[in-house]
């Protein structure tokens, strides 16, 4: 029986992705928590084998092999609590993010209210809403029966009905849902989550009868102005851990050896967000940045309130078609650093959708794919910035708000030729204002840390602290200027007494060079209104900042960033921009 | 580390799983021979109800209509039929507005399913029935050529196999799609006009395997009547030399093809199969593998020139790749002779 997380030592976290199944090790090591291994193999999901099991295995053998303890009996089961020869661990952490997403019927009363409120909570997890319906459908009941017949749903969420609210028009749309679910193979049946206006519950199953598997969650609308997600959100990862354990073997034994504690990767990586927003300055947000395979995901943390955004239709791997519906080949070819076509980027995505664990082996291929990384994470952003409540802080049409820090992961990112790299694709695509430090999730630790974030936060803190790459801190002033005009001056004084002064120009980047770990003094002084987030345009103030790998980065490129129409001219900037970034 | 596998096979055991979605009739037996257009299940796919609000109907209350319901559910009906009443002075009663089964009554509300014409699975390729799949379908064996794509426009086609391919690395024209294709399989290279899609359906052919195609053709390529499957992926890509002579090869020969999506949770691959006559029953191929040295490979990257090669020997540490990236990597020789070092990720085993 697995251990509680709290007061363990060691902790095992397995990860299984769409392409890739990883082990990672963390123990105490001289009084503190450290990551000490990872192990890593093929997912299992697919065929032949449908069963994660075999990729797990292989995965802690590695990590036995590299770490030197033995974490499986001879039976196969994982060794928990550790033993005192050292072989097993005292506590398992377990995320998953396979498969194709969820096929999810979105359910509410009126389009932009309870609809939006179940399409958001949609978003928060691996699913991808196929069809809706509410009051403003016009297809008539039977339609209705049929569309869902076809649509053949893994899951309805149903939200609607303030509370206290009329609840006549709810329940229609309810019984064509109960209706449809009595036609289908038992099997076949999708899960119901019901996340709307508690009165009626009683009516909501009385219509649902026996006929689907039925859940209920908090009301995501109790008032028209009102909209709380967190808790339904916690109910459908639930959901999505049960559907997915009917699909794929192994999903259930490996909830079992997580203490029924199995959560969606993106859910864990939201634990993550959410315990550094209470952290950090609560007067600007956090923002979590994963682009993989299964799908593209961004969340932001504001004092412990959580905006997810999970988006598989912007995943890099088999779903990748699905960004030419919002994003035209021409679009992504502007940030392309070689010469290449808009036909080349749409042959590459199709090509892409059919090798999705490839990777870029060439240099015309990284060009494609950094490109491509550039729109996701503009499109992200931009769907993820409409749910922000006004008064979010640095909030302006079309801008991403401030955020401190900015935790990236993903392969695009951990795997960039380059820091220098990794760091332009995330400056591109999110287009961050203001100040804010940039933090590399080297080793994908942030899912594993977050899902054993509330349970051992001593872990977390430790661990952080040591494994997260400090890219740089990043100041992005917001404002007009021509290029070659002064929009900043900034005054330096590093540890060690010395100073320097630099004058930067509007639709460049430059860089600070602070070394890595030390603290700067930063004098800043926004010209022509500039604002960088110090109070309001052209305020500047004081500000000390740690030196990343890359120093300290000054992006005064302008947001949103325009580029050059001209594409030789394009590419040049690209590559100048590149090199002021180490290359 | 587990490799993916790609089946180019002059002669090997094929057996395929050929299902409903949802359940039906089965209707084969085991060890019966089956032919291509041999249906071997139908179902009811295609849903379409009507739903006869009863008390709305007749303008009375819904435990009243209860009482006056003439239908149990599973009753077939014709249009006009009585289904409730008769009530009031009027004595007005609903009929069927079509034909159908009644599915559902609930709540005085009857849900008729209207007839349609089944959905009929077809075997889809020469074989004996090896096994019953229960009301979904059956696992059709065959022993023959097997080739196998990246995408498929999810049609089905069967006819004699004809090559329009003088060379690998061949574009295909409008103009070399002529009558002799008619209810044929044609061998066409790489595609990049919408006119050819266009004269294949005009012929009409049976179907077409490509080496590549332009992506942009793809929403065209759905909606045409014909199969269509893509053997290398998108762009201008040549046809790997194994394929290659394997299909080229086997000109004038029977072929069935299969333009099932590339889905690899369900294992389901685009492919031509080709039955050919053989003493024994060669073995299946592996459905999985470990990557190791004296392996036959197939490079996936975009636009691999050659890309057919045999590993020498997987490297100990990430190799540092032309872009600057870092990969586990396996050191290829190419079947030009060149070697290359190549990431594991972007090779799948020919076998």
Known sequence: ?583 | MLAPIAHVLPLTTIRRERVLPVPGRVLVRQGQKVAPRDVIAEAATTAEHLLLDVPRALGISAKEAAALIQREVGDLVNEGDLIAGPVGITRRVLRSPASGKIVLIRRSKILLDVDSAPHQLRAGMVGVVADLVADRGAIIESVGALVQGVWGNGRLGFGLLQNRMETPSDKITPGELDVSLRGAIALAGYCDNPEVLHAASSIPVKGVIFTSMAASLVPLARQMPYAIVVLRGFGEQHLDTPSYKLLTSNHNREASINGVAFHRFYGTRPEVVIPLPASDDPPSPPESEEFAAGQRVRLTHWRALHSVGTIQHILPQLALLPNKLKAPAASVQLENGETVTVPLANLEILA
């Open chain 1, 1 to 583: 029986m697995p251990s509680s997380l709290v007061s363990a030592d060691s902790l095992l976290a397995i990860d299984v992705g769409t392409s890739t199944t990883r082990a990672l090790l963390f123990d105490v090591v001289e009084g503190r928590y450290r990551f000490l291994a990872a192990g890593s193999a093929v997912t299992t999901a697919n065929a032949p084998f449908k069963d994660i099991s075999e990729g797990v295995r292989r995965a802690l053998d590695q990590l036995a092999e590299i770490s030197g303890r033995l974490l499986l009996r001879e039976n196969g089961s994982i060794i928990i609590p550790s033993s005192p020869d050292g072989s097993g661990v005292d506590a398992l952490a377990a995320t998953i993010s396979l498969g194709e997403p969820l096929k999810v019927i979105a359910l509410g009363l009126l389009e932009d209210v309870s609809l939006e409120s179940a399409r958001r909570l949609a978003a928060t997890t691996y699913a991808t809403v196929v069809e809706t319906l509410s009051l403003n459908d016009r297809r008539k009941q039977d339609a209705r029966i049929d569309l869902i017949l076809r649509t053949r749903p893994d899951l309805v969420i149903a939200a609607g009905g303030t509370e206290g609210g009329a609840d006549r028009s709810i329940k229609e749309l309810l019984e064509t849902v109960g209706l449809a679910c009595r036609l289908m193979p038992r099997d076949g049946r999708p899960q119901v989550l019901f996340a709307g206006n508690k009165a009626i519950h009683k009516d909501v199953r009385a219509m649902l009868g026996k006929a689907v598997q039925l859940h209920y969650a908090p009301n995501i609308r109790p008032a028209l102005e009102m909209e709380d997600l967190n808790a339904a959100q916690i109910k459908l990862a639930k959901i999505y851990q049960q559907i997915f354990a009917e699909k794929v073997l192994g999903i259930h034994d490996l909830n079992t050896w997580a203490g029924g504690n199995l959560l969606p990767n993106a859910t864990a990586f939201g634990r993550m967000i959410r315990f550094l927003s209470r952290l950090y300055d609560p007067a600007k947000g956090v923002l979590g940045v994963d682009t993989g395979a299964s799908a593209s995901t961004v969340i932001a943390g504001f004092s412990g309130r959580l905006f997810t955004g999970v988006y598989p239709e912007y995943g890099l791997g088999r779903g990748l078609p699905g960004i030419l519906k919002v994003a035209s080949p021409k679009r992504i070819a502007r940030w392309l650093t070689i010469d290449l076509s808009p036909e080349d980027v749409r042959d590459y995505i199709y090509h892409k959708s059919a090798y999705p664990a490839s990777i870029p082996a060439t240099e015309e291929e990284l060009a494609l794919e950094q490109a491509i990384l550039r729109e996701v994470l503009r499109l992200s952003m931009k769907r993820l910035s409409a749910n922000f409540p006004p008064g979010t802080a640095g909030l302006k049409p079309g801008l991403t708000p401030w955020f401190e820090p900015i935790l990236v992961r993903g392969r695009s990112f951990t795997n960039a030729p380059s820091p220098g790299r990794a760091l332009l694709a995330l400056l591109d695509g999110l287009q961050p204002t203001g100040v804010t430090t940039v933090l590399l999730d080297q080793s994908e630790l942030a899912a594993a840390l977050g899902a054993a974030a509330a349970a051992n936060p001593a872990l977390v803190v430790q661990v952080l602290e040591t494994n997260m790459q400090n890219l740089g801190a990043v100041i992005s002033p917001v404002g007009k200027a021509r290029p070659g005009t002064p929009i900043l001056r900034l005054q330096a004084t590093l540890e060690d007494g010395s100073e320097q002064k630099m004058e930067i120009k509007y639709g460049t980047i430059e860089v600070l060079s602070v070394p890595l770990g030390q603290t700067v003094t930063l004098r800043l002084q926004p010209l022509h209104r500039f604002d960088i987030g110090m109070g309001g345009p052209g305020r500047g103030g004081q500000l000390r900042v740690v030196g990343g790998t890359l120093g300290v980065i000054i992006d005064a490129r302008g947001r949103p960033i325009i580029l050059h129409h001209d594409p030789e001219q394009r590419r040049k900037l690209f590559g100048k921009w590149l090199w002021m970034l180490g290359g």
